[in-house]
């Protein structure tokens, strides 16, 4: 399948859905192949600025995601990504952006990793992930106006949950509150009429804990705690 122009050049990127790992003949083992960054070995003063936890504060990588690399190399290299997920994608825009020639593999039959969707048999859109982005989301944001698709596909909506109960009964998580973060998360699952009183003061209880309410006094505690969750699948 071929990506979308609102995300990458045509000319430059081909993309094919192809199954990868190596399996013996029993099909009981695959390999994997994991990759990590070395922050340390950044040199780069734009690519210092978007790691650690004043990164998350940064409102600048809006403005470097929406412009793109700023040159275009003098090789024109060919390059092969894995995963047409949204990382994926955002890579070889920038790759393609910078002059160079992309292919992209993935084992599913569409783009966009844990923020694609597809439809059942009913017509049903199914999304793979939860569609949710925060204030907070500069790099996001930043690609979306770069494609085109900040204006016509951000939909902003009430922070409200709807949940259709047996027999057509509505249910709702409602987040709207004049304070915010923890206190409207507090007060949206007390609220609720989707949990039990155990789950409600179980919930409670993790969200009073949270690194959202450790980041309100000690900002970077409250950040490593949510780094330790970076070699966690989930």
Not at 220 to 231: E, F, I, P, T
Request: glycine share 10%; proline share 3%; with cysteine.
């Amino acid at each position: 399948i071929t990506t979308s122009n609102a995300f990458v050049p045509q000319s430059n990127v081909n993309t094919h859905t192809r199954k990868w790992g190596l399996n013996n003949k029993n099909n009981k083992q695959s390999t994997t192949i994991q990759m990590s960054t070395a922050d340390a070995s950044f040199t780069s003063e734009g690519a210092k600025s978007q790691i650690g936890n004043d990164s998350f504060l940064n409102t600048n990588l809006m403005s470097r995601a929406q412009n793109g690399p700023s040159t275009k190399n003098s090789s024109k290299l060919k390059i092969g990504i894995i995963g047409a997920g949204l990382a994926g994608m955002v890579a070889a825009m920038d790759l393609a952006d910078a002059g160079h020639s992309i292919e992209m593999f993935e084992v599913r039959p569409f783009v966009g990793g844990k923020v694609s969707s597809w439809q059942d048999k009913e017509g049903n859109h199914i999304e793979m992930g939860l569609h949710v982005f925060f204030g907070c989301y500069y790099n996001l944001f930043g690609i979306m106006k770069r494609t085109g698709s900040f204006d016509e596909n951000l939909r902003i909506k009430d922070h409200i949950h709807t949940f259709v109960n047996e027999g057509g009964h509505l249910g709702a998580l409602d987040f709207q509150f004049p304070i915010g973060a923890p206190v409207s998360g507090l007060q949206a699952f007390a609220r609720t009429e989707q949990l039990e009183l155990g789950d409600k003061f179980h919930n409670a209880v993790r969200l009073g804990t949270s690194p959202i309410v450790r980041a309100l006094f000690d900002f970077d505690g409250g950040m490593d705690m949510v780094r330790d969750l970076d070699d966690i699948s989930f």
